[in-house]
């Protein structure tokens, strides 16, 4: 009897018993649920310890654990010839594996609720599963609210096929047993009394983590608690300095004051003004000659309905941000505009000259610069295509697929790079015996075509003596159909 089994206590143990009697008879799949302290590990590693008979996988589940680092954990310790893909599911691996396997397989998951929920289905399969001369079982450990949204998930016709196992709450003696069992094996005697024991051993839940935690503090006392220094003081205070200090700063050491010139006039400035103003002129001479006959209408009928009107009609065919300024600026002359007709009729047609002029000039100058912007190079980059890797282009060259022969072959190593095999390759007796075969991302090395199975036995055991290669693998071409073989020279690719 081991140490985690002396110290079980008589509740546990008749749960222990249950706990072996499923794993050899039931036909489920086990999890086993408590709260965090209840002793979960402990009873899944007793559990471990007490099956002699039963090949067991025990595998404790890390927070955001891969699918395939669980399987291989699992693998790895089931099978004596560690020969897998762990990207595939448990069932179809452990079918085609059957020979492999030990006649009675017990696979323990400690801390279940990290693991995918592919995994728990692929579990459910597995506790259905049923294997020629093969008998395997689960146990599965999590909180009782994680399995209760598990089986929430389930349709009701397999809900059954899960067996939920609690581990009940300690009894107040077993509590008090399990404190002075292990205050005995601590070999001190602290100066606590019975009755505060008791006391506090009744006020818990029940579950052996709080009696373990109990006995710590009677044996090293409360934890030193570090002095928290108040940071938050100093950080105020900091603030409160730092303002303080930009405040004088902004009070007596100030810049002096900047001295602000005039606008300097210059004679390009005057000119824009000046073509501004004519052009101005001449755009608004149509409205301005339209405003003029307007206004006398409307001193004449004094009719508000058409004014209103032809101001409706020309707000619609003039921009508006050109008849905001404009009709501001012609509503508070409309009186000056009456005595000005005359004189603006005379000075019209020169100053139209001299804008449509310059206006001109404008143009031309605006052409010769799209001229010489039009005339400059346009640089242009070409993308170059992007280069595959060398070591895929040669295998592209050199390789393509062959049929797959009859009978049987040995399966000597699979890497992921093709460099990889020149070791393996190098200590074969026979390089035209080589095969090389592409599997997903993999390389797999093969060697050797025999007839039946005997044969590939007793030339893998003759391969393993003079290549010293560990245990080659006898497969039947009938389970490499996913296997791609490549036609090439082993000989040139190694040297």
Not at 116 to 138: D, N, Y
């Amino acid at each position: 009897m081991t140490f985690q089994t002396a110290i079980l206590l008589p509740s546990q143990e008749s749960l222990l018993h249950r706990l072996q009697h499923v794993v050899l008879y039931g036909q489920q799949l086990t999890v086993l649920t408590g709260e965090v302290g209840a002793g979960k590990t402990t009873f899944t590693t007793a559990l471990v310890d007490t099956l002699d008979d039963v090949s067991s996988a025990l595998v404790v589940c890390p927070q955001h654990v891969d699918s395939a680092e669980i399987r291989r954990k699992i693998l790895v310790q089931l099978l004596s010839e560690p020969v897998f893909d762990d990207e595939v599911p448990l069932p179809e691996t452990l079918l085609r594996l059957c020979d492999a396997l030990p006649s009675h397989c017990h696979v323990v998951l400690d801390d279940a609720q990290y693991l995918p929920l592919e995994l728990w289905a692929e579990c459910i399969v597995l506790s259905q599963l049923t294997l020629p001369g093969k008998k395997l079982s689960l146990t599965l450990t999590a909180p009782a609210d994680f399995l209760n949204q598990i089986l929430a998930q389930l349709p009701e016709t397999q809900r059954p096929l899960l067996l939920p196992v609690a581990i009940a709450p300690l009894t107040s003696a077993e509590r008090e047993g399990l404190y002075y069992t292990l205050l005995h094996r601590s070999e001190e005697t602290p100066f606590t009394p019975r009755d505060i024991v008791k006391e506090q051993l009744q006020r818990q839940q029940g579950t052996p983590a709080e009696v373990v935690n109990l006995l710590y503090l009677a044996l090293h006392g409360e934890p030193e608690v570090p002095k928290r220094r108040p940071w938050p003081l100093y950080l105020a205070v900091g603030t409160c300095v730092a303002c303080l200090l930009v405040s004088l700063y902004w009070l007596w050491g100030g810049s002096e004051p900047k001295v602000s010139q005039p606008k300097v006039q210059t004679v390009a400035a005057v000119r824009a003004e000046a073509f501004n103003k004519r052009y101005a002129q001449v755009l608004l001479s149509d409205y301005l000659d339209w405003r003029g006959r307007l206004s006398e209408r409307v001193l004449k009928s004094k009719d508000v309905t058409v004014e209103a009107a032809e101001l409706a009609r020309l707000s619609k065919t003039q921009p508006e941000d050109e008849l905001e300024s404009e009709i501001e600026e012609a509503s508070s002359q409309d009186e000056v505009l009456a005595h000005q007709d005359e004189h603006q009729a005379e000075q019209e047609p020169s100053s139209q000259e001299e804008t449509l002029a310059q206006t001109q000039q404008m143009h031309a100058s605006q052409a010769s610069g799209e001229a010489e912007t039009a005339d400059k190079p346009v640089e242009t980059f070409a993308a170059e295509p992007v280069s595959e890797p060398s070591e895929s282009r040669n295998l592209a060259a050199s390789t393509a697929s062959l049929p797959h022969p009859e009978g049987y072959t040995l399966q000597l190593a699979t890497v992921k790079r093709l460099q990889s095999l020149d070791a393996t390759i190098a200590k074969l007796p026979d390089v035209d015996q080589v095969l090389i075969a592409r599997y997903k991302s993999y390389w797999v090395l093969l060697y050797g075509q025999y007839s039946d199975r005997q044969e590939g036995k007793q030339a893998a055991l003759d391969l393993a003596k003079t290549a010293q290669l560990s245990s080659p693998w006898v497969r039947a071409w009938v389970d490499l159909s996913g296997y791609e073989l490549q036609q090439g020279s082993v000989g040139r690719e190694i040297h």
